[in-house]
């Protein structure tokens, strides 16, 4: 609306000088030398008009004229930098989507239409990324790390280059070359602080991490949680070196991170040794609310130097207690307490907090049986069957980062690098499958735990031959369609076992080994399983699948003492590898 009232003014006025010129009477007389030029002033006035458009115009057309080339120039310099950016937006799509090809002929086109662009630099790079030509790949990054806009770009690329040729010194080299242009650049501090953790380099890595607090890189919470993993890194290391710096590191870490297991140990182990038994106490258990850990309840043991087993017992006793019962490993402190009680002997205190995971053991709660079996009764063949479900058992806890198990805990990642990437926890869940190929092959287990402590027999008894076991009658045979498939395939190996193998076996416990011979191969099959030694399973007879075997060793046998056998091994022959081949397949498993 502005404009059109400006434009209306404007034709106003230009009316009103039109009719004012038209007004003036008079002529106008114009001299020059010998000329004479005589005419009324709205003339001069239209002439002066026409002779200023006129020479508007000609000075437009000689412009024009004069800047054609430059515009012709401009104009093909603009069509090639179109070009150029085609090619680099397609080559980049053909990139993501891993066509090499296409990726290679967009990056020529790219190069030939604009070779100074940096993003046709970084197309020609990744494509030859892209199709393996390392050597191309890494002339193309060290150019752009020559110029001054892609310098840090060309740093990154020959980094990602040296890593994937295993140049561990190279990689850190231009890392660090990174750092010094950019103190800001995330990959470059990640990467010089692994590498200085891996180095042992401490000091640096504690330099590099203020840096990064200073870049606004991490926050303040960061900081200080992995400044403590730092701190406890260098506590462990020094421990034996460098005792006074190492107690000042574990103690300034266990401020920072009051739940990081390593530091509140080893600070505590300080206390203890310092005499400060109420410190110590209560970094553990400050460090067990946030994370249970056995090296925590090892420590709270031990808090007090000079304690007997049973102080020790009523102290983790304690520090279980404390135990927060939605933590995940909760049961860490019942594991304390087992451990605990085996060391003051106190085995009844331990079967009881034990007996709630007895059914779904863990391999330390299984070992943990174990050592009770061994060292109360003496029982080794019990002792052995945990010790075998310990291997089938689920896993327990452990220190796993990035699916990398470790048996300590480390500061960093060895797989990435990563700063406090360790973790307590289970690295692999029992599946529900895994653990259902492994019920047949324990039925033995929960037999021999069943079953009550074998008898020590003397060496004269082991020399006796040995006769079948006065046991119940066994059940009816079932019918053949319902035989079991093991039983079909013993009978084609051996036909004399053929009918005690269709029927079921009966669960029976072994008995005492007799004083007389064992019943005459050629009478019908025993009901009951038939024993035989170790230095019987040689020679030729009928020998039925037995449902379990003792294995009695002979006097000469290695591995026992004067008094007789030390204890009794048992196994059930449950898989069909071993039913399938007789006491040639039990051959073949145990050997003699």
């Known amino acids: 609306m502005l404009r059109i009232v400006l434009f209306l003014i404007l034709i106003a006025l230009a009316a009103a000088g039109g009719a004012w010129v038209a007004d003036q009477h008079g002529e106008l007389v114009l001299t020059w030398g010998g000329l004479r030029a005589t005419t009324t002033f709205s003339g001069f006035v239209l002439g002066l008009g026409i002779f200023a458009a006129a020479t508007v115009l000609l000075w437009s057309i000689v412009t024009m004229i004069w800047r054609t080339p ?17 090619a680099i937006t397609h080559g980049l799509l053909a990139i993501g989507h891993g066509d090499t090809a296409l990726a290679r002929r967009h990056a020529a086109a790219a190069r030939r239409h604009a070779p100074n662009d940096p993003l046709a630099l970084l197309l020609h790079a990744q494509s030859a990324q892209l199709d393996g030509n390392r050597d191309e790949a890494q002339r193309v990054f060290r150019a752009m790390a020559e110029r001054e806009d892609t310098r840090l770009l060309g740093l990154r690329g020959l980094f990602i280059e040296a890593q994937r040729a295993d140049d561990a010194v190279g990689a850190v080299m231009i890392a660090e070359e990174a750092i010094k242009l950019s103190p800001s650049s995330t990959w470059a501090s990640h990467a010089v602080l692994g590498f ?76 203890s040794e310092a005499h400060q038994v109420r410190r110590a106490m209560k970094l553990v258990e400050a460090a067990w609310l946030a994370n249970p850990h056995p090296d925590l309840a090892d420590a709270y043991a031990h808090v007090k130097l000079g304690d007997t087993a049973w102080h020790r017992l009523q102290r983790v006793e304690t520090l279980a207690a404390k135990t927060p019962a939605d933590k995940p490993g909760h049961v860490e ?21 034990l007996a709630p995971y007895l059914k779904d053991p863990t391999q330390r709660v299984a070992l943990l049986m174990a050592e009770i079996e061994r060292t109360e009764h003496g029982d ?49 869940a029992s599946l529900p499958s895994d653990r259902s190929t492994t019920i047949e092959s324990s039925a033995f287990e929960e037999a021999m735990l069943a079953a009550p402590p074998p008898k020590r027999v003397t060496a004269a008894a082991s020399e006796a031959p040995m006769e079948p ?61 038939v024993f035989r030694s170790r230095a019987d399973l040689g020679k030729p007879g009928p020998a039925p699948i037995p449902a379990v075997i003792p294995i009695v060793r002979a006097p000469d046998d290695p591995g026992i003492d004067d008094e007789g056998p030390s204890d009794e091994f048992t196994e059930q022959i449950g898989t069909p590898k071993a039913q399938a081949g007789g006491w040639r397949g039990f051959w073949s498993r145990w050997g003699a």
Request: proline share 9%; hydrophobic share 40%.
């Open 469 to 529: 076991p006065v046991a119940a009658p066994a059940p009816a045979p079932a019918a053949q369609d319902n035989s079991p498939p093991q039983a079909k395939e013993a009978a084609k190996e051996a036909p004399e076992a053929a009918n005690e193998a269709a029927t079921e076996e009966p669960a029976v416990t072994p008995a005492e080994p007799a004083d007389q011979a064992s019943a005459p191969a050629e009478s019908s099959p025993p009901a009951t399983p």
């Open 333 to 353: 402190g019942q594991l304390a307490v087992a451990r605990a009680a085996i060391d003051a002997s106190e085995f009844a205190r331990a079967r009881e907090v």
């Open 70 to 86: 430059g515009r012709l120039r401009r104009r093909r310099h603009e069509k090639r930098h179109a070009r150029g950016r085609h």
């Open 196 to 271: 200085r953790c891996a180095r042992g380099d401490w000091s640096g890595a504690l330099a590099i991490l203020d840096s990064n607090l200073s870049a606004g890189q991490i926050d303040k919470p960061t900081y200080r949680r992995q400044r403590g993993v730092l701190l406890a890194a260098r506590a462990l290391e020094l421990e034996t070196m460098d005792r006074d710096v190492a107690r000042e590191s574990a103690m300034e870490a266990v401020k920072l991170a009051p739940t990081l297991v390593p530091a509140a140990v080893l600070a505590a182990k300080f206390e």
């Open 380 to 428: 080794g063949g019990r002792a052995r069957a945990w010790t075998l479900r310990a291997v089938r058992a689920r896993h327990d806890p452990a220190w796993t980062a990035d699916g990398y198990v470790s048996d300590r805990w480390r500061p960093v990642s060895p797989v990435t690098g990563r700063l406090d990437a360790f973790q307590w926890q289970t690295p692999v």
